[in-house]
C-alpha cells in the first residue's frame, strides 16, 4: 500500500530544517532540489533515477475536425431553423413528422444533420 509523506515527514527524515536547497547522495552521486517544487515530487525524482528540477511536460494532443463537423457547426451558427427549413425545402428534404397522428415540425439540429447527410454522403 503506497503513503504519502507530508513535508514536515520528508523534512524530519533528512534531516533538513529549512532552506532552499536540498543535498543528497546516493550511491556516491549528489542530487540537488530546488524549492519550486514540492518535496514529495523531488524526492520521487530523486528515487527514479531523475535529475531534480521542473516536471515534464506532457504533450497536448490536438482534436482535429473533419470537414464534415466543421460544416455541421457553421449551418448550425449560421442559420436559424426558418431558414434551414427553407434550405430543407429546396433541397426536397422532409421537415415535419408524424408522432399519434400529429404532424409536427424537426428540430433544429436534426434540420442541419440531414443537410449535412445529403452534402458529404
Not at 528515487?47 to 457553421?74: D, F, H, I, P, W
Amino acid at each position: 500500500m503506497h503513503q504519502q509523506l507530508g513535508t514536515k515527514k520528508i523534512n524530519s527524515i533528512l534531516g533538513i530544517s529549512g532552506g532552499s536547497l536540498l543535498n543528497i547522495t546516493l550511491d556516491n552521486v549528489p542530487y540537488n532540489c530546488t524549492k519550486n517544487i514540492p518535496m514529495q515530487e523531488q524526492m520521487a525524482n530523486i528515487l527514479s533515477g531523475q535529475q531534480g528540477g521542473a516536471k515534464k511536460k506532457s504533450v497536448k494532443k490536438t482534436n482535429k475536425k473533419s470537414k464534415k463537423s466543421m460544416y455541421r457547426e457553421y449551418l448550425d451558427k449560421k442559420y436559424s431553423k426558418n431558414q434551414l427549413l427553407k434550405k430543407c425545402k429546396e433541397l426536397g428534404i422532409k421537415v415535419t413528422t408524424r408522432k399519434n397522428g400529429m404532424i409536427k415540425p424537426i428540430k433544429k439540429e436534426t434540420l442541419v444533420n440531414k443537410i449535412v447527410k445529403i452534402k458529404f454522403n
